[in-house]
């Protein structure tokens, strides 16, 4: 297949985990984090001496929002007791030896990751990108550790240069959802969880055991994934649904097993670039992975939705997703669906008919429970499995969902081997219909 040579590509993948009993533990900042996971994804392009051959290649660079640049000021103090860069990106790029033209610094969110993934193949496309590397980290174990050690630890870095930063102030909570306790994720999507269940007609043992079930499977993957943060325990159905010591009830229906587990020190980068460059640069094509389809879409405000157990939203991303790339969710071979909390998956699973035990699994990393949910980052990791696993299966497709806010924001991407021309999709036609309901 001749391809136009603008057509852009995944060419490397990396991750990286910083744990507190690892024989070199560091320390390391999420800026540290974010580095060693760019440099892998260099040499998983180029092989060894991967970052010398390309970070003087890399002409844009764009940071996924770390947490402690995710809340209002008065919060961000108590995330950030030892300081933080001014210019994450830049921090990361430095690192490498790279000097990109553009920085970019995404809102907090966590479909983030697969949103800049798809704007930068738009702009290598368009011959505005010659190659980008896109990243994301966070270290609030290594911070915890130190403030329960009372160690100080200076993670405060100043760094010049151009940064477009899109701290833009979504409107995600509103004055009611304030009146009902309804202002944090722990909060709030338990509420969607017992909308859904009320609506199945489901109790509430009946529901646990469902919850149980679908991220024992979670457990399972998470405990043989090497960048997994909880290590190598898997747990079974009854240990996730039932109320103990050890796993208290954080918001019924979540016992601590059920919710995103934040403790973690990872990062997981992703390098882009054309057909034309890896030709040029000699990138073996069994490198290269396309994205075939993607969409996006916003949900409605919490409380102007019809039903809170469910998301349209999401479903019109899955949907949209699939018919992009001219294909089925029965052609999909590999899935990882966002899961910060259970409703997260079982609406995913409701949008595409999935059961809960399908034989292919709905996560590739484990899961933020376990596996674990650096923050807006986590699907960073999701597209690097991703690319992994079509990788080493060539011609087959892996489906990634990420979600943020509360159920509130969709991204969705589709991967494979297989050569494809671009093009490029607008999402708008979908937010039109999201708005239009009732």
Same mark, same amino acid.
Request: proline share 5%.
């Given at each position: ?138 270290? +609030? ?9 009372? #160690? @100080? $630890?200076?993670?405060? /870095? %100043?760094?010049?240069?151009? !940064? ?103 990062? +997981? ?9 890896? #030709? @040029? $640069?000699?990138?073996? /094509? %069994?490198?290269?992975?396309? !994205? ?147």
């Amino acid at each position: 297949m001749v391809l136009n040579p603008n057509t852009p590509i995944l060419i490397g993948v990396g991750q990286y985990n910083e744990k507190l009993d690892d024989a070199n533990y560091q320390a390391m900042s999420p800026a540290d984090l974010a580095a060693a996971a760019a440099r892998l994804a260099c040499e998983d392009a180029a092989g060894f001496g991967g970052v010398e051959k390309l970070a003087g290649l890399i002409d844009a660079v764009a940071g996924v929002r770390l947490v402690a640049d995710s809340v209002p000021p008065a919060a961000r103090k108590m995330l950030v007791p030892f300081g933080s860069t001014n210019n994450f990106p830049r921090s990361v790029a430095n690192r490498i030896g790279a000097n990109p033209a553009t920085a970019v610094y995404s809102p907090a969110c966590g479909d983030e990751p697969q949103i800049l993934v798809s704007e930068f193949c738009e702009k290598i496309f368009a011959g505005e990108v010659k190659m980008a590397l896109v990243f994301g980290a966070e270290a +609030a174990s290594t911070q915890r550790n130190a403030q329960t050690q009372k #160690q @100080e $630890l200076d993670w405060n /870095e %100043n760094v010049d240069g151009q !940064l477009e930063d899109r701290n833009q102030k979504q409107i995600l909570r509103t004055r009611h959802m304030a009146q009902h306790g309804m202002m944090m994720p722990v909060s709030t999507y338990p509420v969607f969880e017992q909308a859904r269940r009320h609506r199945l007609g489901l109790t509430r043992e009946d529901y646990a055991k469902i919850i149980g079930k679908l991220f024992a499977r979670f457990s399972r993957v998470s405990a043989d994934n090497p960048y997994s943060s909880s290590g190598p325990k898997a747990y079974s159905a009854d240990e996730i649904g039932t109320t103990t010591e050890r796993n208290r009830m954080i918001s019924d229906p979540y016992t601590r097993l059920m919710v995103a587990r934040d403790q973690v020190n990872q990062g +997981a980068a992703v390098l882009l670039t054309s057909v034309g460059v890896a #030709q @040029e $640069l000699g990138i073996d /094509e %069994n490198r290269w992975v396309f !994205l075939h389809g993607y969409a996006g879409a916003h949900e409605r405000a919490v409380l102007e939705r019809a039903d809170l157990g469910a998301s349209p939203a999401m479903k019109l991303a899955y949907h949209t997703a699939l018919d992009n790339a001219g294909i089925g969710i029965n052609d999909i071979s590999f899935i990882d669906i966002y899961s910060c909390f259970p409703i997260a998956v079982l609406c995913a699973c409701d949008a595409l008919g999935l059961d809960i035990d399908d034989p292919r699994g709905l996560t590739l990393t484990g899961g933020l429970p376990f596996f674990g949910g650096p923050g807006n980052n986590y699907s960073m990791h999701a597209i690097a499995e991703a690319a992994t696993r079509v990788r080493s299966n060539p011609g087959k497709f892996a489906l990634v969902g990420a979600n943020g806010g509360f159920l509130s924001t969709h991204a969705v991407g589709v991967y494979s081997t297989t050569p494809v021309e671009w093009k490029n999709y607008d999402s708008a036609p979908l937010q039109e219909q999201i708005d239009k309901l009732p």
